[in-house]
């Protein structure tokens, strides 16, 4: 079987695993205070240029999102996303659960644009009876999004701006950084997406981790107390380490990003070869995952050879799927899935 | 410098570690649903004895202890636990957070006993205004306990007896739970320990896992639509099978067992040389956790040697610290610590 | 000034005053539990033909939505609403500070249709990623709605049995409910309304009472605890008294139908006279609220003799506003209104 | 039958309710913009001789709190409260469902000592693990306390020292403050108790209105946004006015004190006879609550003539009971109790 799932479905890349090996007895202290930690937080320090940034390491997505938004918001403030945010839709209302609104707006193609967002703060702020409703705090926005496209750098210039003139916060879910930064169509660094944001997280469970995502503050304005938050939602490891050593090894020798470069290499040919075939591309995505649209008889026979994502049941009876790949595929599974288009 | 800070100052046994190096590359669905999982679940039924048991991995203990609370609370109810239980002091709040009250009633040596939590619930219902007071709906007790003590099978019946007769659940938190079974002073199987408790978790964290606790519910009732309840509190792992292997491992031919009886021979013997030297014990401890009093000046000398924990200043000037024994610590570190004494 | 701001900007009827003032010196037990609450949940079981009903009053609009719902719903539960509903936009987020997601479905002139619930569900459980997302546990609906609309029978049957076919509770936002029901367009009776709903609220503040909504669940089904659940969160009221002397007298020789058939008279009038007159409407509402549309000078105009809301900005420079009529209208006011326009 | 169950068992003060029928039908905005409240926050700034305070008015006692509470305190963060605080058992978890831990401290005849605060803040910051912990934001008391017991105004300053050296609010329930300040033990003005509070409310409910308190911050430090946050609580009245138009009654020529000497002058004649008569308290309440201890005889027989609440039984069989006064305590009722002792 082929398997093309989703970019969480091995284990960890072989250094990862190594460098846990290695310092595995290694007595350090626990809940993040160990010098894997230390170490990670440095090496994450000179890949983003900001010497003085902080970096929290948090076990999965939904938590770091639920944990950051919530520690960072007022009470009286909702958070603004895409209604295909990740957070709108697939979190089983965990942002809720903390007590916060999502305040969701339309998205194209995943994406929220900056004058979507100023248009509703413009009519939120002159309703008179806005102290009636939830202040937008924060703009929640995916880079690459849940369909795989990218923001460019004007893009996500605008969202910040908009943000400094309402007061809100920028905050980067980049569960997929990796694999978008080494998009051949991303425009911008990492350095370059810490100037625009206040906070994002650097991806680790589908970018080489057992587990992990490191939530960074670039300008070093973690709120008080943070970790006393996180405890409260069930989020501080005991074994902090885990993490360190993962995200130390992660950014060794820039491993991240290799491990990003050699997904989306075979996520091209992989959309090269759907084009080719004339498969119809259900989102024109430049990163690891791919969607396409297959007939009941493609599908039918692709799933006998293959494991990938049912996305979207069309209208026209068709199927929109999505085939990933990540560190963990290999090319001649890819050239095994093309031979079968 | 000697290591007995705590048990989760290391990283994983090296079996657990070995497993997860085996597994790496075996690609498996995300969310528990891998094999990994489907095969510790059923080593722990057997474990148990409880075939139609249910099982369920969670990272970390707040987390499980969370998560297990709100699940299974109805919104007007509380959870009883003793003054010195985890959730009570050192969860940050977290059972708040998620909107329950923990009522926390006098332990002894960190021990609830059954007549005070009958006592309570009797006050309870009789108080004719108890509809504006938190229900008691469940008893949340730790074996071992914060301070190393262990519940005896009488006792814990006794418990059970007084949760069937309030319509409370009783929930064992078993973060420790490796150790305290195989304390020469524990007088009960993990099959008789099923029998008396709704709900459980087996901790791996700190015993030999790299994270993980798997949450027991032995009758087979776990709440429907649990996994959306995990999620919301952000405690669902992508790579589920970090967790499944791990416990895989653990269960696999008694190690988790055998790691406890580890722990507790070294604990045994380093608590017969405290004695033995004239230390006096800040509380009686069967299990791998050990409270010894020390002077200024002992105190002093040792923390050159070894690392441990503070645990309370006491008044007559002297301090209450803690040393810990775990599945990795070596027999030359006791014995050299003895020496030291 | 001519007053057409809204229905809660005087005190209460004359007669629910006065009512006030006869029982003010007679003793009775406090939270709900006196016998002018006994006798008011008697009348409103009476106008529902529910002898069996379930009747709790409550102090105010949001604080009966947030408790119904969080009360109501399983935690892995949100509530579906119209775009416009209250508690969509208008709540300050109560609902979701209790924890539970408002899932906002595009509604039409204020309505939610049962065929967008219905296919919202059938995507929802077709989905197989679902356990990652709110389910659909209630649908919201007012009546009239935020935009004075109503739904006829037929809608309301069907919104009721699409709830049925999901397992979803229906819920019917009746803060206006009495200038609902004695609208010329309305074709249910108060009986007829309570077999399509599980519960509702007839809403008192804005029908003539000082304060207060009676929250009736007609199949007697009102949650065990309920009460518990409304002091937890802030809504039980120590002089439960003030509600169920108010409700009795509007329950009294059919006082709430009467204010509601007033209220509404002068409404047609008013909206009559625009029409005449050739102002356009910005939505035709059948009840007490009117939403016109007004040139920049018409508005400057306007203000300078009556008091309105300002609704909404129009693009085209124009805005809507809203006139609202209510027990406390008098015929000379719409008179005085209808000749300046 | 004569009543002494509570201060909630009537209506309102005739005047109060005399007000309630002069402004009924004078239109006004809603939501407390009206210039009831304006004018009623004006004489509550001169009744405090702090003219820059800030008021807010809302419905009951247990909405203040919660509404109060979570309002001000830090997410990480805690309040303090005796364990005999109304907040600490009579109020169904409420704070908890907002997300915080009530830190139960050991009171003394209801009341919390700075003494008690201060260890427990040092300990706190002692213990290196009080991350780990919530912090202590707030230390809430009432005035009188839920036993008729004061503070004096040393105890009041000190407990404003302890709060100012640990950086927490000082929060006074003051559900009875009129009956505590005219008590003939109460050695502090309603301005001296500005001085040393940070805030607090100054009970309707229980001294003459139909519902309400004042919130007061009598240092004009409402936190910004606190509206939004009232109506996300479901706090907010729509007929704002009804609060507005009783304080102001309540704070027209003194009726708030002059109420409170009313009901303690009964109350002391009351408790001189059960004195006289051998009668032994339960507890020494200078206020308008007083405790009784009855045995099985003596509260079977005056349970025949007299309404008044179990307190709690005793381990002896007696019966602690509480009788208590109010505006609407009539002076020949208390004569006719007295006979009957």
Same mark, same amino acid.
């Given at each position: 079987?082929?398997?093309?799932?989703?970019?969480?479905?091995?284990?960890?890349?072989?250094?990862?695993?190594?460098?846990?090996?290695?310092?595995?007895?290694?007595?350090?202290?626990?809940?993040?205070?160990?010098?894997?930690?230390?170490?990670?937080?440095?090496?994450?320090?000179?890949?983003? =240029?900001?010497?003085?940034?902080?970096?929290? +390491?948090?076990? !999965? &997505? /939904?938590?770091?999102? %639920?944990?950051?938004?919530?520690? $960072?918001?007022?009470?009286?403030?909702?958070?603004?996303?895409?209604?295909?945010?990740?957070?709108?839709?697939?979190?089983?209302?965990?942002?809720?659960?903390?007590?916060?609104?999502?305040?969701?707006?339309?998205?194209?193609?995943?994406?929220?644009?900056?004058?979507?967002?100023?248009?509703?703060?413009?009519?939120?702020?002159?309703?008179?009876?806005?102290?009636?409703?939830?202040?937008?705090?924060?703009?929640?926005?995916?880079?690459?999004?849940?369909?795989?496209?990218?923001?460019?750098?004007?893009?996500?210039?605008?969202?910040?701006?908009?943000?400094?003139?309402?007061?809100?916060?920028?905050?980067?879910?980049?569960?997929?950084?990796?694999?978008?930064?080494?998009?051949?169509?991303?425009?911008?660094?990492?350095? =370059?997406?810490?100037?625009?944001?206040?906070? +994002?997280?650097? !991806? &680790? /469970?589908?970018?080489? %981790?057992?587990?992990?995502?490191? $939530?960074?503050?670039?300008?070093?304005?973690?709120?008080?107390?943070?970790?006393?938050?996180?405890?409260?939602?069930?989020?501080?490891?005991?074994?902090?380490?885990?993490?360190?050593?993962?995200?130390?090894?992660?950014?060794?020798?820039?491993?991240?990003?290799?491990?990003?470069?050699?997904?989306?290499?075979?996520?091209?040919?992989?959309?090269?070869?759907?084009?080719?075939?004339?498969?119809?591309?259900?989102?024109?995505?430049?990163?690891?995952?791919?969607?396409?649209?297959?007939?009941?008889?493609?599908?039918?026979?692709?799933?006998?050879?293959?494991?990938?994502?049912?996305?979207?049941?069309?209208?026209?009876?068709?199927?929109?799927?999505?085939?990933?790949?990540?560190?963990?595929?290999?090319?001649?599974?890819?050239?095994?899935?093309?031979?079968?288009?």
């Amino acid at each position: 079987m082929l398997y093309f799932l989703s970019d969480y479905t091995e284990g960890a890349h072989p250094k990862v695993l190594e460098r846990l090996a290695e310092t595995n007895l290694i007595s350090q202290p626990g809940y993040g205070e160990d010098r894997f930690c230390a170490s990670a937080r440095d090496k994450i320090r000179a890949a983003c =240029e900001k010497p003085g940034a902080d970096v929290y +390491f948090l076990v !999965g &997505g /939904t938590q770091t999102n %639920a944990v950051a938004i919530a520690s $960072l918001l007022n009470r009286w403030e909702g958070v603004i996303a895409a209604d295909t945010g990740h957070i709108s839709v697939h979190e089983a209302g965990a942002i809720e659960f903390s007590g916060h609104k999502v305040l969701a707006l339309p998205g194209e193609k995943g994406k929220l644009a900056a004058q979507t967002v100023a248009d509703y703060c413009r009519a939120f702020y002159a309703d008179e009876t806005h102290e009636h409703m939830p202040f937008p705090g924060m703009v929640y926005i995916s880079q690459p999004t849940e369909l795989g496209t990218l923001y460019t750098k004007a893009e996500l210039a605008a969202l910040h701006k908009v943000c400094g003139d309402y007061g809100m916060r920028l905050f980067l879910d980049g569960a997929r950084l990796g694999y978008g930064l080494m998009s051949p169509d991303c425009d911008m660094t990492l350095p =370059e997406l810490c100037e625009l944001c206040d906070l +994002f997280y650097i !991806g &680790g /469970t589908k970018v080489g %981790a057992l587990c992990g995502e490191a $939530l960074v503050f670039p300008k070093g304005d973690m709120p008080e107390h943070f970790a006393t938050m996180v405890k409260q939602q069930g989020g501080m490891l005991a074994k902090g380490r885990l993490l360190g050593v993962q995200f130390d090894a992660l950014f060794t020798e820039g491993l991240y990003f290799e491990i990003g470069r050699h997904a989306i290499s075979l996520a091209m040919k992989l959309k090269a070869a759907f084009r080719e075939k004339g498969y119809s591309l259900f989102a024109d995505s430049p990163t690891n995952q791919q969607f396409v649209i297959l007939t009941a008889e493609q599908l039918a026979r692709l799933r006998q050879h293959a494991a990938f994502e049912i996305w979207a049941p069309l209208p026209d009876g068709r199927t929109a799927v999505r085939f990933v790949t990540s560190w963990a595929t290999r090319e001649e599974d890819v050239d095994a899935l093309i031979a079968l288009l």
